[in-house]
């Protein structure tokens, strides 16, 4: 039997048991970190921005549109660095409210846009970017807290959804372009064995295969890199997405369940990434 005291005791554990249940964020935080992990992966930056100068040492024919092309990638790397930037302060400033923790963050997303901006991107894709920033911005002025993260959420869904969607552009001509500077590696080194076959040279033909092999090996990892890392990007996406359609249900243990099994996918493509 229950006594007295126990029964009294009851409404306060029940109150206490509600509370924690509407707290339960932890697949939210783990999400949201580990798409913030995600985003710090830069290396394709580099990848697009070198491309025409590597591209050009295969197809020195097209040097008269490769060159130009270099120069102005030259100028496009902050804005690059600059979506992938957004994308991290926004998930960090996520995972803190996820945590019932004050947002903090570093960024001037002002600069960010105007980065983007000499970078030729689009007036609606640098206004996304632009906008992700000034939530960032007032959650951290505001002391913004858990309760408030339904806010955020739907505010800043569909100008992340345009951010991610513009870094996935960039990163599906990556893979793109790994494709064409392979045909063209291809040729190259066609060329160059045929040379060295016809002259039975076997010593330089032994060589330029070696040196083909290496080539096409590395385009294959930027292929599989940026294949891998369109879909980290997608599965982010899709999860915000989720976050977005099922806001009255965001504490919900299925809700958490589906956010876990996002961050395992993500960073199971983060994993694969950094061993390329």
């Not at 306060?12 to 999400?31: E, K």
């Not at 901006?117 to 002391?143: C, H, I, N, W």
């Amino acid at each position: 039997m229950i006594s007295a005291h126990s029964r009294g005791a009851l409404p306060a554990l029940l109150v206490f048991l509600l509370i924690a249940g509407c707290v339960n964020l932890g697949g939210v935080r783990d999400f949201s970190e580990t798409s913030a992990r995600t985003a710090d992966y830069t290396r394709l930056v580099d990848v697009y921005v070198e491309h025409p100068g590597l591209q050009k040492r295969f197809a020195p024919e097209l040097a008269d549109i490769l060159d130009p092309e270099q120069a102005k990638r030259e100028t496009q790397r902050a804005g690059l660095l600059a979506l992938h930037q957004a994308i991290e302060e926004y998930m960090l400033a996520l995972a803190n409210l996820s945590a019932d923790e004050a947002v903090d963050y570093q960024t001037d997303f002002e600069a960010l846009g105007k980065a983007l901006g000499d970078a030729g991107v689009e007036d609606a894709q640098r206004q996304a970017v632009v906008t992700v920033g000034a939530l960032v911005a007032r959650a951290a002025s505001d002391g913004y807290r858990r309760k408030k993260i339904r806010e955020v959420i739907r505010e800043a869904n569909e100008p992340l959804q345009v951010t991610i969607q513009t870094l996935r552009d960039i990163v599906d001509q990556i893979a793109a372009e790994a494709q064409d500077l392979d045909t063209s590696v291809g040729r190259f080194y066609e060329s160059r064995l045929r040379e060295a076959r016809e002259r039975g040279n076997s010593g330089v033909e032994t060589i330029l295969s070696g040196w083909e092999y290496r080539e096409r090996d590395e385009i294959e990892k930027i292929a599989r890199a940026a294949v891998d890392y369109s879909g980290a990007l997608e599965k982010i996406s899709a999860a915000h997405e989720e976050l977005f359609l099922h806001l009255d249900e965001i504490n919900s243990d299925e809700l958490q369940r589906e956010m876990r099994f996002y961050a395992k996918e993500i960073r199971t493509a983060v994993k694969t990434l950094r061993e390329l």
